[in-house]
Structures are given as C-alpha cells and as structure tokens.
C-alpha cells in the first residue's frame, strides 16, 4: 500500500513536471501552458458529452428493467478521466482521454468487471425484473429456496402486506 501512494504522490507527479518541462524546453513555455490549458477544454467538453450520453444509458437500461452495470462502470471511469484531465501532465492527459474513448473504455471495463469478477459471488434470487448484463446467475440450492405468498389488502387507503411462508418439510 505504501509503494502505490508513493507511486500516486511521488513519482507520478515528479515525472509530469519533467515530462512538461522536457516539452517546453522543445518547444516554448506558451506551448506547454497552452497545451495544459487545451488538454483542460477538450476534456471537459468531452467528459460532458460522454457523461450526458452515459446519463442516458442509464435511464434506458433502467426503464427497460435491466441493472445498468456497463453504463454505471462508463460513468465512473468519465468521471475519472475528468479528473485526469483536470490534472495538469502530459501523461494524466493521454490516460484521460483513453477513458473518454469508447472502445479503450471498454477494454478497461472488461479489465474492472474481471477484476470484480474474480472477487465476489453475484447471486440473483427470486424472479425480481432485473437482469445483470455481466455477472453469472447461478442456480440456486434447493436449501435456499423459501416458499412464500403475499397477500396484499387495502385498509383505511393504506396498503397492507401479509406474508405467509411455508414451512420446510421434514423430508427436505
């Protein structure tokens, strides 16, 4: 942990200085100065684009009743390439707008759902109208199936739910 803050804190931003002083010296200071500044505009201007398109992704898998997995992953990863973008550097700048590109963003997201993957057990129990567009849905134990009915009752204008659930045979 303390080699990747290091990594964070130290030595990437030790070598966006010299990478921007190496490019003023080739060219001038007003080139590096307007380089930050341009990289700055583009990327938000882009990350806005991006981030409204991505809004809407998010909406339409949502009316569709679909869990918006890649959409919410997209989203996160324009956020991130705004704050590389943000920052000023040569290199924060070319890993920023390698997220604002939809295919490399989707080359990284395959990367990150693998890497979520790889970590957690994603189970989907009941017959809910959500669908994950990633995640494997494994059948589940018949130990884990609960046999349940609601019933559902209008009192005083108010909604009242009663569940009943069976209870487990012996044989099971």
Do not use: C, N
Request: aromatic share 12%.
């Amino acid at each position: 942990m303390a080699v990747r803050l290091f990594l964070l804190f130290v030595v990437i931003p030790i070598t966006e200085l010299f990478l921007l002083f190496e490019f003023a010296s080739r060219t001038s200071a007003g080139w590096a100065i307007a380089l930050v500044v341009l990289t700055g505009l583009v990327g938000y201007w882009l990350a806005q684009s991006q981030g409204l398109r991505t809004y809407r992704r998010i909406q339409s898998d949502l009316l569709a009743g679909k869990i918006p997995t890649d959409a919410l992953l997209d989203g996160m990863m324009i956020f991130l390439a705004g704050a590389f973008l943000l920052t000023p550097g040569i290199l924060t700048d070319l890993v920023g707008f390698s997220l604002l590109i939809p295919v490399s963003r989707s080359y990284y997201r395959r990367i990150v759902l693998g890497w979520v993957k790889s970590r957690f057990t994603w189970r989907q129990m009941g017959g809910g109208s959500f669908h994950s567009s990633f995640f494997s849905q494994d059948a589940p134990d018949s130990s884990e199936i609960v046999d349940a009915e609601v019933d559902q009752t209008t009192v005083d204008g108010k909604i009242v739910q009663h569940l009943e659930q069976d209870e487990p045979d012996a044989s099971d």
